[in-house]
């Protein structure tokens, strides 16, 4: 089957998985609220805020902009490890600017819906990742540490994903192979020293891998991302990558450490997912949470990001239409 034809068939299952997920998650909170209805229901976790809230939650959105936009930058790397291709044809060349500006006018959104319902200051303790729930004291980096190990490790499956299917087509173009490495190698640096940064003391490092709050949050947000997120960044940025046909994905393996090292990431982001997940089961995480109603804590989380979802994808096809230039 031609590579281009192929990709094209993972994108579409990738989105559809997607989709399904998100319509499972709206039939459960329509028979949670007992409506056909639910937008302006009580749906959310904190027992205040409604669908049409939840979907619209601007403040949310905001501390989430910096773990989105590395992992909308690192499935875009990835993808251009990934197929390697040449230059894009005329509009995929010049098209870089327009996903630029559609960027800009989702993140201004975002901090615009923000700056109006909750002012300015709060604004600026979200970027500054000071903020997690509602009820909690601001604490330097904590919602920064709420990810630290469940966005890493998707990064990580990202950098894997690229691997595996490099494994068995290789693009023309090596220049933009290597491109893609050194862009997700960024994103791996970038992730380590913000972690760093937003560290309030060596010692707070090790909320994320024992504290059953922090696995709580992070194994949720690890479910949420792995069947939405991630499958709609890699979905669309394979839709719109100007992917060469099979007969020009024949080129020599000359990157064949960098396939291993990408295979290791991906075995590495699976291992520390699981290690969230089990460690989260163990701990009785649930109990930590804002209500224990499991519905109510899974489902509605799915429309809380709904900015991600944009977000994510919008990064992806920008670094990989700017690498085209």
């Avoid at 500006?101 to 993140?107: D, G, N, R, T």
């Avoid at 901090?111 to 509602?134: E, F, H, S």
């Avoid at 000359?254 to 991906?266: F, H, K, P, T, Y």
């Amino acid at each position: 089957m031609k590579t281009a034809l192929w990709s094209r068939y993972l994108a579409w299952a990738f989105l559809g998985v997607a989709a399904l997920v998100l319509i499972l998650s709206f039939v459960m909170i329509c028979l949670h609220a007992a409506s056909a209805w639910p937008w302006n229901a009580i749906v959310h976790e904190d027992g205040k805020t409604t669908l049409l809230g939840t979907i619209f939650y601007f403040e949310h959105a905001t501390r989430e902009l910096p773990v989105d936009l590395l992992l909308g930058v690192a499935i875009g790397g990835s993808a251009l490890f990934a197929f390697s291709p040449e230059r894009g044809a005329g509009k995929s060349e010049r098209s870089w600017a327009i996903w630029f500006w559609l960027a800009v006018i989702v993140c201004l959104t975002i901090l615009t819906g923000a700056t109006l319902r909750v002012g300015p200051r709060v604004v600026i303790d979200n970027l500054l990742q000071l903020k997690t729930r509602p009820d909690a004291e601001l604490e330097w980096g904590a919602h920064w540490r709420y990810h630290l190990l469940s966005r890493f490790a998707l990064i990580l499956i990202s950098i894997g994903l690229a691997g595996v299917i490099r494994t068995f087509v290789r693009g023309p173009s090596e220049r933009k192979a290597r491109l893609g490495l050194v862009i997700v190698l960024g994103v791996v640096v970038a992730y380590g020293l913000l972690s760093l940064v937003f560290a309030n003391g060596l010692a707070s490092l090790g909320d994320p891998f024992s504290n059953p709050l922090y696995l709580g949050h992070e194994a949720r947000e690890l479910f949420t991302h792995a069947l939405v997120t991630f499958p709609i960044g890699w979905g669309i940025c394979m839709l719109l990558l100007p992917i060469p046909p099979a007969e020009r994905m024949t080129q020599p393996l000359q990157l064949s450490g960098a396939i291993v090292g990408s295979l290791a990431a991906g075995v590495l982001g699976l291992i520390m997912g699981s290690y969230v997940c089990v460690e989260a089961l163990l701990s009785k995480a649930v109990a930590h949470g804002q209500t224990t109603d499991l519905v109510t804590l899974v489902f509605p989380h799915f429309f809380e990001h709904s900015f991600t979802y944009l977000i994510v994808p919008i990064t992806a096809v920008l670094v990989c239409r700017f690498a085209l230039r």
